[in-house]
Structures are given as C-alpha cells and as structure tokens.
C-alpha cells in the first residue's frame, strides 16, 4: 500500500483564512511516493476522530491545520502510536507553533513537515484530558471562556475578554499538593505548564521545556491593581519568574483541589472540570516535526526518513 498523509483542517479555527492550504500540500507532495489526503472538520471534537480514523487505516502523519484547540484534537489520537504530527499554525496564539519554532508562514510551515525533523516531547493529562501545551484554572480559564464565547476571534476581542473578566475577578484557594508536599494558596490563576508560553508569545512558564519528563508548576497570588502592568510586561518578556508573586514548581504529577468544580482551560480552549484535578506529564509520548536548524542538542530528535 502507498505511504499516505491526512491533513485535517479546522476551517473557522483563528483569524485568517485557510482557502491556499489544500493546493500548497497538494504541489508539495506531488513528486513524492506519497498520498495527501485533506479533510475538514465540522464541530468540537470531530478532528479526533478524523485523525483516530487516520490511525486506524495506516497514515504515516497526521497534520494539523488550525490553532492550538485543533492540534489538540489531532495530537490527542496520535499519543504513544509512534505518527508524527504535523502543524500548520492558522490560530490566534499558536502556542505549541511557537514553542517549537515553527514558521507561522503556511509554505514554510509545510517545509517543515517536508524536509524537517521528528522530536519526541511529552505531553501531559488534567483528569486524564490530554494537553501540550498550557492548563490552567483562576483568572485565565475564565477569560478562555469568555473569549470563546466571543463572535469573533483576534486580539481585540481577547483584551475585551481580558478586561471584562479583571473588573471584578474573585481569587481562590487552592489545596496543592505534589512530591509529598502539601501547601495551600490564595490564588489569582494557577497553571500547569508543558511549553513555556500560552501563545503570542505570552511567557507563563519561561523555564518549562516539552522534553525534561516533568511540568511546570506556576501560581500567580493575588497582586494590587497597581502591580498588573509590571505582571503583563513580564509575561511578555520571559520575565515573570521575577515577579515576588509568583511562584513556580517542577513536578512530574500534582493534585489541585479547589473550592468548588468549574472551568479550567486545556490549551486554551475551556472545559468543565471537578472540583478535584490530577494533572500529570506523559514523558515522550508524541512525535512533531520541526525546523532542522531550530532543533538544539539535548532535545531528543530522530532524523526524518
């Protein structure tokens, strides 16, 4: 049987349109000995069963075209099978893109997954719900679900998102406990991170790497209205492990129990959780392509044959 690709599109996924994707494939695997086949999802949770069934049958990659919610659905069914994942970043943060180094630029996106190399990375589970990027519960989740809630995605209706949700944001306390410790905390958001950033480049975790075995705890206590605009320049800066209100964690599992069940957000997209969340790393769990000269020496890379 000939070798054979599925790209799985997620055409409302971001803010830009994705109309030239299926030709660019198209010429980029026309003189190879292998098929691309292109699909679109329809509703929330279609791309995993279009990429299951793309296991099923025998692909030999998977590519993903969308933003982080996307890539989600379709790493989800390629943990642990050995397919590699492809990424053609079309979302509004791009943050596993980022992490990676992946060009944001649809034809040096497929070159990547053309010419480049596979990286074994860990991915992590809340409650046994795959992410691999970011989760996160307190201030960030809610606005995750305000902006998803929003008629349009783009930076303009992530701000609004962002300041409708501060105005009159409530902390939490949170029970915490990891390695045979126990600690309690009031908490503006607490997030668990596998790659360092949300996405656009916003730093929650600048230590976090998606190859050491272990996730990145972070807690944000609550700060004076006086101290967000340090908070922000820091977030964007890679700065923010400065911050005397921060403090970070490396664990391989944590137990998170709050006061009450509610929303969290698994690489950006909101879901509902219990008021008890398991959150642990996978190490080396999935394949992804990336950039030949972007890749370091410690990250663990197979040459692309």
């Given amino acids: 049987m000939k070798n054979f690709v599925v790209a799985i599109i997620n055409p409302i996924s971001g803010t830009g349109s994705k109309n030239s994707v299926p030709g660019l494939l198209a010429d980029a695997f026309q003189n190879t000995n292998t098929d691309v086949y292109i699909t679109f999802s329809k509703e929330e949770g279609h791309a995993t069963k279009l990429a299951q069934r793309a296991v099923e049958k025998g692909a030999s990659m998977v590519i993903a075209v969308g ?3 996307t890539v989600n659905e379709v790493a989800k069914a390629l943990i642990n099978t050995g397919i590699p994942l492809g990424i053609i970043p079309k979302g509004s943060g791009n943050g596993l893109a980022r992490a990676l180094n992946l060009p944001l630029n649809e034809q040096k996106a497929i070159d990547v997954i053309m010419c480049g190399n596979k990286r074994l990375i860990d991915c992590c589970k809340a409650n046994e719900r795959p992410f691999f990027c970011t989760c996160g519960m307190g201030f960030d989740a809610e606005v995750s679900e305000k ?86 320049l820091q977030l964007f800066t890679k700065n923010l492990t400065k911050n005397s209100n921060m403090e970070a964690f490396k664990t391989r ?3 998170i129990i709050r006061e009450k069940a509610g929303v969290m957000h698994l690489d950006g997209d909101p879901v509902e959780m219990d008021k008890v969340i398991d959150i642990e790393c996978i190490p080396d769990s999935i394949r992804v392509m990336v950039p030949r000269k972007k890749t370091s020496k410690k990250d663990k890379v197979e040459e692309k044959k």
């Avoid at 995605?153 to 949700?165: C, E, I, Q, T």
């Avoid at 306390?173 to 958001?189: N, P, S, V």
């Avoid at 596998?194 to 609550?222: C, F, H, R, T």
């Fill in 67 to 69: 933003g982080d919610g």
């Fill in 253 to 255: 599992r944590v137990r």
């Fill in 147 to 232: 902006f998803a809630e929003a008629p349009f995605r783009g930076p303009l209706s992530y701000v609004h998102a962002v300041l409708n949700k501060y105005i009159n944001y409530n902390t939490t306390t949170y029970k915490i406990e990891f390695d045979g410790r126990k600690i309690e905390r009031e908490a503006f958001l607490i997030a668990a991170a596998n790659a360092p950033q949300y996405g656009n480049n916003a730093y929650i975790a600048p230590d976090a790497s998606m190859s050491d075995g272990e996730l990145d705890l972070v807690i944000l206590k609550p700060f004076k209205d006086i101290e967000a605009a340090q908070i922000l």
